[in-house]
Every structure is written in structure tokens, then in C-alpha cells.
């Protein structure tokens, strides 16, 4: 929901670099990302609370989680952005999408996506994470399914994984 | 109608400010101000955002100092090696703001100028004695942070400026102990009932220097000097401690919400009080 | 994490804990959700709602917004009362009291008002600002039993009294059962308002074909909804369908009928498709949980005996009808609890208020009464100096003993629940050495519920050539996983693979008629339909393959998707060549589940008989933390537990149990709207917290007991633990405390001022 006058904002070209391609969109000044991504079709990408606090519209943004609906687009031409559509590389899930699958993390799945991306930043950035830090790390994203227990889950066959020598792809 | 800009230097963001000072906003991370754009709170015909002055992104330890970039994020706040080593309760507030996405983004610039009464950073800033250093297009002053929050989401920046860089003093020679506690009463995620920034140093066992700042009780943070003279020159003991936080208590004018009555807020003040002295007091 | 009993071992596809079919989908996000559906051409809707509580409409002023860019159409509720292509405007299950669009005044505020329709989103959120709403402020209430007073404000003319819901259960002879007792316990209990807060929001597309409408929405009731459609239009059932997608979250939030009739009319009036997405403020304003308050008393033999109860239950239907008059006698009949009472009487009364209409909330029904009398039962057993699990495990329900209604109880394990979460968090065990300044103690509860009755659900299964079945059925999946549950039941009963089912999303012009996905009861009574279209094909199969196979149909037998000859195992066919043998490209039956209403509601000041077909139940144990300084309580440890009778899918079934659990705490401790002059306060996710991860309790786990009958009934577990938990944590924080609080939620406040009040320091 934007708050406006009769008139538009103005708009501006910009090529975004999603997923690792670029895409041309005409954006307005005032419109949120998640806007601008589900525009494009990246509908993993979602939006449920308009201010921040449920995390079913994160993007990472140069490799750092960030609610979209709270950034504007203008806001980050030229940065890296990635949705739970790039995670997946010629077909094969990622590593923690595996792992979600596996544990069978997900029951109505609108807030996976944005678990996915949070939990994938945490333990890129986070080399020696412990379920408990990755726990903490998801203390911002919502589900009211009550997946939690499965996505643990997951994150310690992740963690575990890791700690017998596989890196997060 | 709300159209972005960008300006690549400090005097053309204060320049864009100062052109409509009514309708013009500066956005750093934008965590607040489109937050309250997507509530109709605010409808800023411009943003100036302050995205191209990476500059003002960063943390230095300086002399007596840290100075640290307003545009430095909440998170690289909270991971510094700097921060954590000589202003860990300002490292820990930082960590304990909102959830992560929002600490990506958020800057402590932003943090201090959106005047949120109840952040976690600004009352340890206020307990430090922190200040701002604000750049207005002609001038530049240096504000202590208690003096640049004015009151509910208010500060003393006047349209046409921004923050540039935060300075907090650091402990010197002293034996500094500081303790962030954040009480929230409801779900782990909710906005503080109370948060308490306690900082005191000391020498030969007993206390130089102390503040306490009680922060998302009132408009603004609250400190009040007079209530811990008596801890000065003495051993921090527990009686001592009980007299502060029943003073604190007694002393705040507490607003009432879902989180807690004004009755409830004083109680838990006084024990996060008493909690935060204990654990500095503690060897 | 979860025991499961499972004997004897599973067969076919029930029982094996197959991923759902759309796992992949769901974890990349691939899966598409209503509030991803677009039609070309479509418009954009934004609702103005109101700001008062109860108000004459004087006037609406739309010229500034249709003066704005984009602006297609400004309607009112004139615009649809007179619109002759609307003919019945209003609509309600169970009254049809709500009109699409305010007509003549207000009665909540947030009552949808006014309508822009426009080419853009941005353009609708621009004009809503610029239309001008006039009201005269009339009285208003907010409190049930305010507005069941005389002189109360009348929110509905036709009813009076403000009388939503009145129902009375009788049974024995109350006054003699208090006569015989030993002591009376005497308590009243409160459960605000809260919202179920699914994820995906209120979101609905309605298109018209000159006199076809299509609607895609997010509900889980689209077979009602394509009724109350139909007839608000004056049209033939078959020339409106619905559709829907898996939902992003539904738990009673989209149950009946919502802002369909509002987007459909929309779409009548302006002549374009229209889309309404509901912003999570106006969801907040949409549905909410009935706040109740409810008086019991108890009359008990010095043993433990329960011999006597009385109860009142009040609620709040909010300003439209909803589920409301109906649902009352729902928690009429639910209200004793899962106990052996010979004489009870009870008064269940819903009356309109000015306030969000009350809708259903996970647990509907059942959580507030729940929290009355399983935190009731464990007063008395504080008041006899008995042990609240021995108190229970006296007077729990057994097979054939008579319940409240007169109905003869069968398959009832009560007693098994309550023992199992008793030992699932060490009830028994020694206290560990308490950290100063905390208290610790466990508190369990058990409840019933029973499963909407009457109710209906049809099924087709239809076996393509190729093999492939589909199964066509209006239930709706929101995360239980209701297709793929339903894929493993067809795979079952066909006797063919997992793999080789599908099931299409509700689509109401080719899925059968299913009352609605709420209140548990899916997996039994879409199972039971789809059990009977696939007795029905294998039949009818047979037959088909006898005559091919030039066998009688005694001879024939049916293995893994094949027929064979029995005897010998020869002549193996499978069922698609048969089909396509026969000259057809499919072959499809159809299954019902009609569930008797067997007449118990049939008099509302008298219900007796049987007031569902079969009960559901459920128990949690938790042991909570106090921090005696702050009030507030952690959920360290929690066993919950479900009747399942017969297990589909075991993964499924603990995550609907571990859900429940999480979906529990959340009103226990911390949820509840906030009402201020009449106005919601906090209809938002900062300010209205649901359960995080961090919420969790560090030790969770459940049990879903099972039948040892192979042939068990299929009981659903959607909704069994959560009723259970707030009172478990209550009677927990008495039991570390002494403190009795007897309101929801258990905030750290009240616990506090209980604690204070206990040791008699009240600062």
C-alpha cells in the first residue's frame, strides 16, 4: 500500500541484477522490491505483513537477507539480489533446499522460501554456525503453520553435514 | 508523488534536504521511513537517499574514541571487532535490534534520527555519552546523543541535516564494566517492555563513574544522574544497587501498552536495573 | 522426537510417510497461491472501511476519487442494492445479515464502506484516500453482555436483543446433582479476541462471461461459496465457479463466505475482472476469534466424583452473524469437556457486538471452553488436595459411558491421551534444583471436540487409460496437505501407487460438493467419499475385466492396479487397458459422506442426541519456567497428543500435532486484540505477535495414538492439541505459583500482580 497524490511517481528504467541476470524494469520511485520481483515473476517472493516483521518477502541483497517490502527497488540497482529461484542451479535444488525437502520443512510453504534464503545466508556468512546461531538467525521469520521443529531439523543435517567436511553449496 | 534521488556528496544531500524541507526526507537503510511511507505516516514528496555516501560507512578507533559512520548497518555494528572490544553493551544493542533483515539494512544514523522510543541503541549511546556529529549545509555541530533525542520519534535535527558520524568515548584507563539488558514481555520477538543500558567505572574497586539510561518506558531515554551519586566512591554492593532501582523506578513516568500498565514497567525496571548493576558489579 | 504406535504394519499407501506431491514446488516456491492468480485485463480493488464502531451513513462523497487517474468505478452499497443483476445482496451462512458494502449504517469499525476500482493498485490506494465518508456516531457496544442488556445499542433490527446464537443443554437433574455434593466450585473464565493470522492474506479474482462468474479466491469453503454466490445473483449453481489454490495459510480465517460477494459484485457493477488483496491490517479486520466468557460450576463427591455442572457461555458474535448461531450450539455441546457428569445443564448465547465479526479460529469453538473447564478441573483438584491427573483419570469418559448429550460415547481414549502427556514430560519426575528467582511445574489438559455435523463430502476418482488416477474432490489444501493425504487414501483403496494419483485444486465446475475444509474433518469424511468411488470403480473395473478376460467376476481378482484371474494369478490387465479395452478413454464413480445430523440441535433449548459422529481428542502437558521477579512464563517442555484412529501420512500427522502446539501458545501467552473506543488497536504483526522460533519450546514432542485395528476410522488431528495448551500452561503456572488467572492471555503482567497479590505485597 503506497501513500500518494493524484500524481504518479516518476518512473525510472533500471536493470537489476537478479539470480545472477539482468533484468530491465521500469520501476517507480516509491515501489517496494518485492513489488518489482513479483512483477518480474519471482512469486517465491512474497508479502504478508507489509512492515518487516514476517519475513515471507526476503531477498538477499548482495548476499545479506533484507525484507523487500521495506526496500525500494531504486535502492539497490547495481547490488547482487537473489530469491529461492536462484538457489537452484541446472535443476538441482541447493544443498539447504535439499535439506527443507528431506525434513519435509514446509506444510503450507509460504514462508520456506524466505526460511530457505535465511538459512543459506547464515551459514555462508557464518562458517562455524551452530544450530543454536542459525535458530537465532530465524528468529525474524514467521510461520504460523508451526514448521519450526522440521526446518531444526533440517538446519542440524546441515550443520552436521558441514561439521563432517561439506561446505553449503 | 514521491520521487528518489541520490546525491553523491554530503552538501548535495543537504542541499536536496534543504530545498523542501517540508517534503524531503533522508533515506539511509529505509527500514523506518518506508515502514511508516507504507502506513501513511509519512508522505515525503522527495527522498534524498543517502545510498552514495558510502564514505560515511565504517568504524575507527580513535583516540579516546570509536567513531563510527552513520552509515554503518545495525549488524556491522553488532560484529565489529572494534565495537565488541571497547563498547560490547553498544555491540549487544545493536545485536538485539528488530531480526536480522532488519539489521542488514538498518544504520545507526537512521537508528538515532528516526527517534524510535523503544531501540535498543540509543539509550546505551545515552549511557555512553555518545554524540552525533550533524552536518547541515553550511555547518557542522557536534550534539550529544541525549540532546539530539527531543521526544516520540523527535530529534533536534533541523530539515537540512544528517548525521554523518557517531562518537562514543571510550573507558581510558578505567576498568569499565557495561551491561544492555532488553525485557520483552510478550512473544521473543516483540518491541521491549524495558531496556536498561548500565556503564560504570571503576577504580580500586569502587565505582568512578556510572549511568544508567532506561530505555522504551518514556518518549525518550531516561537518565538521571542525581539517582546513582550515591554509588560514587563506594563499592557497587547490593544495597546500593536496590537504592538506584528503586529510584529509577520511582522516578520514570512510564507509558502504558499491550506490553506492559505503567505499574508493570516500573516493576520490571527496577529489576533489570538491579539485574544490569549486579552483573557489572560481579567480578 | 515422535512415537508413533503403529501395529499392524501399513499397507498400500496409508500409513507410509510419503512427501507431499507438491513438496518440490513448496520448498523452491514455485507453487502458485490465489494471491498469484491474474487474469488480463483485470482491475484492482482497495475497500474503505469504517472508523466508527456503529454509525448512521449520511453520505458518500466519491467525486474527488473518480475525478483520479485510473479510477474506473467508486461503488457503494446504493450501488449494489440497486443493481437489478444483484438481487439477494446479502449473504451468511447462517443468517444473511452482511451486505457486501455497508447499507444505511456501520457496525464495526473496519465494515467495508466503499469499493474503488481502478487500473492499478497504486491508483486504487491513491482514490480510497480521497473518498468522503459522513456518519452520524450512534451508541455502540463492545461487550456480549452489555449488548444482551435491555437498552442495549441494536445492531441488527430484526434481532432486538442483539440475540446471535442461543442454545441449552440439559441432561439429568442439575439441582439434585448439587444437592448430592460434596463441595461447588464455582469460576469464570475469559478468552479475548485474537486472529488466526494465515500468511496469505484475503485475496480474491472475479470475472464474469456474460452470465458465467468465475472466482478464484483464497478460501477454504468454495462449495459454499459458489452457494451463497449463486444466490446472491439469482443464478443456477453450475454457472458460478470457484476455484481456489493451495492457501498460504487458512486456519478458520477463510472459512464461509468473505470478500467474495464483495469482488463479484464489483465485477458485475464495473464490467472487468477484479482483484482484492486485503492488506494485513484489513485481515486483522476481516475475521476474528470469538472473545467468550464462561461461568462453571462444578459440583463434586469428596472422592473426586463428579456429580453436578452448571455453565454459561457467552460470547461476542461481533457485528454479523457468521458462524454465530450455529457455532454456539458447536460449543454447547463441547463444553463439559471429555467427563462423565450425570447432571448438567448448560446456556451457550452468542449477541452481536460492534466488533470484528467473530469467524472461526483454529480450534473453533472449543479453545475457549476448553480453557474454562480443563483450567475448572484442575480448581477442583487444588480444592480436594487431589492430584489433577487422578481427579481426571476418575471421571474421563469411557467407552459407553453416556455423555452430556445422551449419546453413548465409542472409540474414546481419554485415558490413554492423559497418560501418555503425562509421561511424555516425566509427570511423575523429581523436581530439578530451581534456579533462584524461578519456579517450575507441569499442568495438563484433555478435550474433546466434535466434528461439524451435519456436513458433506462428495468425491470422484476417475482412472485416465494411461493408468493415472485423479481424484476430484472441493477439499482444500492450506498445509495439512489435504491433496497429497487424499492421493494416498485413492492409492489405498485403487490398490495402485502414490506416484500415480493425482489430485486436482478445488474447481467447483468439475470438483464435487464438500461443505468445507475446517473443523478436522477432511481426512475422514473426503476419505470416506473417496473410499466409496473407489469401492464403486473397483467394481465396476471388475466387471469391465471379467467380461474381457472371459471370467466371472468371482474370478477375478484385483492386485497392485491390475486385474487377475484369482486363481492362478494369470490373465493380468491392467486397470487402464482394461479401460481402454472397453473403448473408453476413462473411467470414472462418485463417493458421498453424509454425516447424520441425527437431531440433536433439532430443538436449540434442548439438544440431545448424537451431536457428532465421532469425537475428536486431544491432551498437551507442559512444564512451564516462572521468573517470579518479571511474571513471565517459558514453555520449557510440551507433549501433546491426538487420537488419530488410523495414521495417512505420520510426518503429517506430528506436524499438525507440533502445529498445534506452537498455533497454541501463541493466544495462551500473548495474542489477544485490543480494542480502544471501539477500534481495533493493533491489527498488525508488530503489535499482535504470533509464535516465532525462538517461542519454541526447547522440548516438544507428541504422540499420535492409533487404532490396532487395521480398519480403524480415520480421525482427523488438525485441531486436537491446541484447545489443550492454554489451559495446560494455566494450571502449570498455578501449580508453580498459586496464582490462578482465569483470563486470557497469560501475560507476564497478570502473573505478576497474581504473584504479588499471593505473597500480599500489592505496590
Known amino acids: 500500500m503506497t501513500v500518494d497524490d493524484s500524481q504518479d511517481s516518476p518512473v525510472a528504467h533500471m536493470r537489476l541484477s537478479v539470480n545472477g541476470v539482468h533484468r530491465d524494469i521500469e520501476v517507480p520511485d516509491d515501489e517496494a522490491l518485492v513489488t518489482s520481483l513479483r512483477k518480474l515473476g519471482f512469486t517465491s517472493v512474497r508479502a504478508a505483513c507489509g512492515i518487516g516483521m514476517c519475513g515471507t518477502c526476503t531477498v538477499q541483497v548482495d548476499g545479506m537477507v533484507a525484507s523487500s517490502c521495506l526496500l525500494l527497488t531504486r535502492q539497490v540497482s547495481g547490488c547482487e539480489l537473489v530469491t529461492s529461484e536462484g538457489l537452484v542451479e541446472d535443476g538441482a535444488l541447493s544443498e539447504v533446499q535439499q535439506a527443507f525437502l528431506d525434513h519435509r520443512a514446509y506444510q503450507c510453504s509460504f514462508c520456506i522460501p524466505g526460511m530457505v534464503l535465511t538459512v543459506d545466508a547464515c551459514l555462508r556468512s557464518h562458517p562455524s554456525a551452530t544450530v543454536s546461531d542459525v535458530r537465532e538467525y530465524l528468529s525474524g521469520n514467521l510461520c504460523r503453520c508451526g514448521t519450526y521443529p522440521s526446518i531444526l531439523e533440517a538446519v542440524h543435517a546441515l550443520v552436521a553435514a558441514r561439521t563432517a567436511g561439506g561446505d553449503v553449496r | 508523488m514521491t520521487r528518489f534521488v541520490e546525491p553523491l556528496t554530503i552538501e548535495e544531500a543537504c542541499s536536496a534536504l534543504a530545498a523542501d524541507p517540508w517534503g524531503a526526507k533522508a533515506l539511509a537503510g529505509g527500514t523506518a521511513l518506508v515502514l511508516m511511507m507504507r502506513q501513511g505516516l509519512v508522505n515525503p514528496k522527495t527522498l534524498v537517499s543517502l545510498g552514495a555516501l558510502q564514505h560515511l560507512r565504517g568504524i575507527e578507533a580513535e583516540d579516546g574514541f570509536i567513531r563510527i559512520g552513520a552509515r554503518t548497518t545495525l549488524n556491522e555494528v553488532a560484529v565489529s571487532p572494534i565495537v565488541s572490544a571497547l563498547s560490547p553493551s553498544l555491540a549487544a544493542a545493536c545485536s538485539l535490534v528488530g531480526n536480522i533483515r532488519i539489521r542488514n539494512l538498518a544504520t545507526l544514523g537512521g537508528n538515532l534520527a528516526e527517534a524510535d522510543y523503544a531501540s535498543d541503541p540509543p539509550s546505551v549511546l545515552v549511557g555512553m555519552d555518545a554524540t552525533c556529529i550533524v552536518q547541515g549545509p553550511s555547518a557542522q555541530r557536534i550534539v550529544p546523543v541525549g540532546e539530539l533525542i527531543t521526544g516520540f520519534y523527535s530529534t533536534s535535527l533541523a530539515p537540512d541535516e544528517i548525521i554523518t558520524a557517531v562518537l562514543v568515548p571510550v573507558a581510558g584507563d578505567a576498568h569499565r564494566r557495561s551491561s544492555y539488558k532488553k525485557y520483552v514481555s510478550r512473544s521473543s520477538e516483540d518491541r521491549p517492555c524495558v531496556g536498561v543500558a548500565v556503564m560504570a567505572d571503576f577504580n580500586a574497586g569502587v565505582v568512578a563513574h556510572l549511568s544508567v539510561v532506561v530505555g522504551a518506558v518514556a518518549e525518550v531515554p531516561q537518565r538521571f544522574d542525581e539517582l546513582v551519586t550515591p554509588a560514587i566512591g563506594r563499592p557497587l554492593d547490593q544495597q546500593t544497587v536496590s537504592e538506584i532501582a528503586g529510584a529509577y523506578a520511582a522516578a520514570i513516568d512510564p507509558m502504558e501498552d499491550a506490553r506492559g500498565s505503567a505499574w508493570y514497567r516500573r516493576q520490571v525496571t527496577e529489576v533489570f536495573i538491579r539485574r544490569a548493576l549486579e552483573e557489572v558489579a560481579s567480578p | ?763
Open chain 3, 1 to 763: 522426537m515422535t512415537s508413533i504406535n503403529m501395529t499392524p504394519q501399513p499397507t498400500g499407501a496409508v500409513g507410509v510417510d510419503h512427501p507431499m506431491q507438491d513438496a518440490v514446488d513448496r520448498v523452491v516456491g514455485s507453487i502458485r497461491f490465489t494471491i498469484d492468480h491474474e487474469v488480463g485485463g483485470m482491475a484492482h480493488a482497495r475497500v474503505i472501511r469504517s472508523p466508527f464502531p456503529h454509525a448512521r451513513l449520511t453520505g458518500i462523497d466519491v467525486k474527488g476519487a473518480l475525478a483520479l487517474p485510473g479510477v474506473l468505478a467508486v461503488l457503494t452499497g446504493e450501488d449494489i442494492v440497486g443493481d437489478e443483476r444483484i438481487p439477494n445482496p446479502c449473504f451468511g451462512v447462517a443468517r444473511r445479515d452482511q451486505w457486501p458494502l455497508a447499507v444505511g449504517k456501520v457496525r464495526y469499525a473496519g465494515d467495508p464502506v466503499a469499493l474503488v476500482v481502478a487500473d492499478t493498485e497504486r491508483h486504487a490506494d491513491a482514490a480510497a484516500i480521497a473518498v468522503r465518508v459522513d456518519c452520524d456516531e450512534l451508541p455502540y457496544v463492545v461487550d456480549a453482555a452489555e449488548a444482551a442488556r435491555e437498552g442495549a445499542p441494536v445492531i441488527h433490527e430484526e434481532w432486538p436483543r442483539n440475540e446471535c446464537g442461543s442454545w441449552a443443554l440439559h441432561h439429568g437433574d442439575v439441582e439434585e446433582g448439587f444437592a448430592q455434593a460434596d463441595r461447588i466450585v464455582e469460576s469464570v473464565y475469559t478468552s479475548p479476541s485474537a486472529n488466526p493470522v494465515p500468511l496469505e492474506p484475503h485475496v480474491a479474482v472475479a470475472q464474469w462471461n456474460d452470465q458465467l462468474l468465475q472466482v478464484w479466491s483464497s478460501t477454504q469453503w468454495p462449495s459454499i461459496v459458489r452457494r451463497e454466490l449463486a444466490h446472491m445473483f439469482g443464478l443456477a449453481e453450475h454457472l458460478v465457479e470457484v476455484r481456489t489454490y493451495p492457501l498460504g495459510g487458512g486456519f478458520g480465517a477463510k472459512g464461509q463466505v468473505k470478500i467474495e460477494p464483495l469482488v463479484a459484485s464489483a465485477a458485475r457493477i464495473v464490467g472487468v475482472p477484479v482483484r482484492l488483496e486485503l492488506d494485513r491490517d484489513e485481515v486483522f479486520l476481516t475475521v476474528a476469534k470469538h472473545p467468550a466468557t464462561i461461568r462453571v460450576k462444578s459440583g463434586v463427591k469428596r472422592d473426586g466424583t463428579f456429580v453436578a455442572r452448571d455453565m454459561e457461555l457467552v460470547y461476542a458474535a461481533g457485528a454479523y452473524a457468521v458462524t454465530s448461531p450455529s457455532g454456539t450450539g458447536n460449543a454447547l455441546v463441547r463444553a463439559p469437556g471429555p467427563y462423565r457428569i450425570p447432571n448438567i445443564r448448560i446456556t451457550s448465547q452468542a449477541y452481536y457486538t460492534n466488533t470484528v465479526p467473530g469467524g472461526s479460529f483454529r480450534g473453533a469453538f472449543t479453545n475457549q471452553v476448553a480453557f474454562a473447564y480443563e483450567s475448572h478441573v484442575d480448581e477442583i483438584a487444588s480444592e480436594l488436595g487431589m492430584d489433577p491427573m487422578m481427579l481426571r483419570m476418575k471421571n474421563l469418559l469411557r467407552d459407553g459411558d453416556t455423555y452430556a448429550t445422551g449419546e453413548a460415547m465409542h472409540d474414546v481414549h481419554f485415558e490413554e491421551l492423559v497418560v501418555n502427556v503425562a509421561e511424555g514430560i516425566g509427570w511423575d519426575e523429581a523436581q530439578p534444583p530451581m534456579a533462584p528467582g524461578r519456579l517450575r511445574a507441569k499442568g495438563l489438559a484433555v478435550i474433546l471436540k466434535s466434528t461439524p455435523t451435519p456436513s458433506r463430502s462428495e468425491a470422484r476418482v476417475e482412472i485416465g487409460g494411461d493408468g493415472h488416477v485423479t481424484v476430484y474432490s472441493s477439499a482444500v489444501d492450506m498445509g495439512q496437505g489435504a491433496s497429497s493425504t487424499l492421493a494416498q487414501l485413492a492409492a489405498e483403496f485403487l490398490g495402485v501407487r502414490y506416484a500415480d494419483v493425482r489430485v486436482v485444486d478445488p474447481d467447483t465446475s468439475t470438483t464435487p460438493f464438500d461443505t468445507m475444509t475446517a473443523g478436522s474433518r477432511t481426512t475422514f469424511s473426503s476419505g470416506s467419499a473417496i473410499r466409496q468411488a473407489c469401492a464403486a470403480l473397483i467394481e465396476a473395473i471388475g466387471e469391465l475385466g471379467a467380461d474381457q478376460l472371459g471370467l466371472s467376476p468371482a474370478e477375478l481378482a484385483h492386485d497392485e492396479g491390475h486385474v487377475v484371474a484369482a486363481m492362478d494369478g494369470s490373465h493380468r490387465r491392467s486397470y487402464g487397458d482394461v479401460i481402454v479395452a472397453a473403448g473408453l478413454s476413462s473411467l470414472s464413480r462418485e463417493g458421498v459422506f453424509q454425516s447424520e445430523s441425527g437431531g440433536a440441535f433439532k430443538d436449540p433449548l434442548d439438544v440431545k442426541g448424537m451431536a457428532s459422529i465421532h469425537w475428536h481428542q486431544g491432551a498437551a502437558a507442559v512444564e512451564i519456567e516462572v521468573d517470579i521477579e518479571t511474571g513471565r512464563v517459558i514453555v520449557l517442555r510440551c507433549h501433546g497428543a491426538s487420537w488419530a484412529g488410523r495414521i495417512v501420512n505420520p510426518t503429517r500427522v506430528r506436524q499438525q500435532n507440533e502445529g498445534n502446539i506452537i498455533f497454541g501458545i501463541g493466544p495462551a501467552l500473548f495474542e489477544q486484540l485490543e480494542m480502544e473506543s471501539g477500534q481495533v488497536i493493533n491489527p498488525n504483526m508488530s503489535d499482535y505477535m504470533i509464535p516465532s522460533i525462538l517461542d519454541v519450546p526447547e522440548h516438544m514432542t507428541s504422540t499420535a495414538l492409533v487404532s490396532s485395528e487395521a480398519d480403524a476410522e480415520l480421525h482427523g488431528v488438525g485441531e486436537m492439541t491446541i484447545p489443550a495448551v492454554a489451559p495446560a500452561i494455566a494450571n502449570a503456572v498455578f501449580r508453580a505459583t498459586g496464582v490462578r488467572i482465569r483470563d486470557l492471555p497469560l501475560t507476564a503482567e497478570r502473573v505478576l500482580r497474581g504473584l504479588r497479590s499471593v505473597e500480599g505485597k500489592v505496590r
